[in-house]
Structure formats: structure tokens, C-alpha cells
């Protein structure tokens, strides 16, 4: 039911107008009713588009967070949200290896000590060492190998 059918039942008891399709106070309501379908569906998308979890269009949200786009749309919000905060806490070099694939950064970590080895065959850039540092616990130095 639209916003026009939902007027139209609170202002029929009254009595007091002529709501058919041909009459002004029907023509009122069908365009007071469009307009707030419309601001329902501008709100509804904004909230959707809000939080990665749900945004359609990702690409705003990953202009913020480097690398960009690889991957599905699920394996891209996944990231999102990861890098955002909200996910949960990866311990596991499985579960790290998995936040990287889903970034883009398709590697394998080993640890040895306080280091961690991130083996891959992309090279080591500005971005993409500073998004592996900060999924890595803080206490662990990083080495970063080209394969």
C-alpha cells in the first residue's frame, strides 16, 4: 500500500472531502502520496547505501580504503567492514589470509617470533603495506616478500 492509499484512508472518515480520482482533494492526495513514496525511497536507499553490510554501490566506499575492488561484492563489503572496525577480530593467519583476499592481496603469512612473513607476487607498495599493518596484531613486525 503507497503513501496515496494510506491519505486516503485517514482522510475518508471525516467526510469532508471528495477523494475519487477526478476530484482536486484526490488528485492532492495522489500527489502528496507519490512525493512521500519518493522521500521513502530516497531515505530507505540511503540508509542501505550507509553501511557497507548493504551498499549497493561499493565503489564510494572503497575510494576511501586503498587497494580497490577485487573480488566478489560479498568478499568486498567483507573487507569494508573489516578495515572500518566492525568485524570480528581475525587472530588466525588463516583468518588474515582470508581479510587480505578479500582486500585484494592475495597472500600467505608465516610467522617466525615477533614476525610475520606476507608472501605474495604483488609488490610491495605505500598502500598495500600500511592495509596488511593494520590487520596485523600490533606487537608483530612485518616482512614483506615478493615471490
Known amino acids: 500500500m503507497g503513501c496515496a492509499d494510506h491519505l486516503r484512508r485517514l482522510l475518508a472518515p471525516l467526510g469532508v472531502y471528495d477523494l475519487g480520482a477526478a476530484s482536486i482533494s484526490g488528485a492532492m492526495a495522489d500527489a502528496l502520496g507519490d512525493a512521500l513514496d519518493e522521500v521513502r525511497q530516497i531515505v530507505s536507499d540511503g540508509l542501505r547505501d550507509a553501511f557497507p553490510q548493504t551498499a549497493a554501490a561499493l565503489a564510494p566506499l572503497e575510494l576511501a580504503l586503498p587497494p580497490h575492488g577485487a573480488g566478489t561484492a560479498e568478499q568486498r563489503r567483507a573487507a569494508i567492514v573489516y578495515l572500518l572496525g566492525q568485524g570480528d577480530v581475525?587472530?588466525?593467519?588463516?583468518?588474515?589470509?582470508a581479510a587480505l583476499a578479500?582486500?585484494?592481496?592475495?597472500?600467505?603469512?608465516?610467522l617466525s617470533g615477533d614476525t610475520v612473513s606476507v608472501h605474495t607476487a604483488l609488490p610491495e607498495t605505500a598502500a598495500r603495506a600500511a592495509l596488511v599493518r593494520a590487520m596485523l596484531p600490533a606487537h608483530l613486525d612485518?616482512?614483506?616478500?615478493t615471490e
Open 102 to 110: 578479500a582486500c585484494g592481496i592475495p597472500a600467505r603469512l608465516t
Open 142 to 145: 612485518m616482512d614483506w616478500q
Open 90 to 97: 581475525c587472530c588466525s593467519a588463516d583468518q588474515l589470509e
